[in-house]
């Protein structure tokens, strides 16, 4: 999540772009943001390196986790290649149709990149690990549950 957040404000994955905008000679449709390209191919990648890992996760964890890299890949790949069938380059693609599909593309992201996360916390509760926000110090840990007692104080009936 690192690297997309640095790519994600940085842009950098714009920067593809130009040089394969020109080498595949396209101005407008599914591949005007170019750099999809290189992505499905880490996509596919990173499907392959991690599918050992989603086998061995349970039924409802790996349900959870398809369904958050879904919408995630949903929204920043299949849709920035629809943002490309209408996106207008004379006017800089400031249209009505083309916001409307950056906005869904957008939402999408953050929606999945929730999901993921929710996902993460439940893998690692089921695997007796508990995570512990400290807003003193800004700072996340993980602790094995057995060390940091109950989640919730016990009140006496």
Known sequence: ?????????AQLHDLATGPLRRALDTELGLFHFAWVLPALLVLL?????????????????RTRLLWAAGVY???AVV??????LVVDVDVDGY????LSVVTLEETLEMVGAVMLVGALVQ??????TRLVLDLGSDSLTAQPVAD???????VAP
């Open 1 to 9: 999540m690192l690297v997309m957040s640095v790519d994600g404000t």
């Open 45 to 61: 990648l990173a499907a392959l390196y991690l599918a050992p890992l989603v086998r061995t996760l349970e039924v409802r964890e």
């Open 73 to 75: 890949v949903t929204g």
């Open 79 to 84: 849709l920035e290649m629809a943002g490309g």
């Open 95 to 98: 249209t009505l149709p083309y």
């Open 123 to 128: 893998v690692a509760g089921r695997r007796g």
């Open 148 to 154: 940091v007692g109950p989640a919730v104080p016990r």
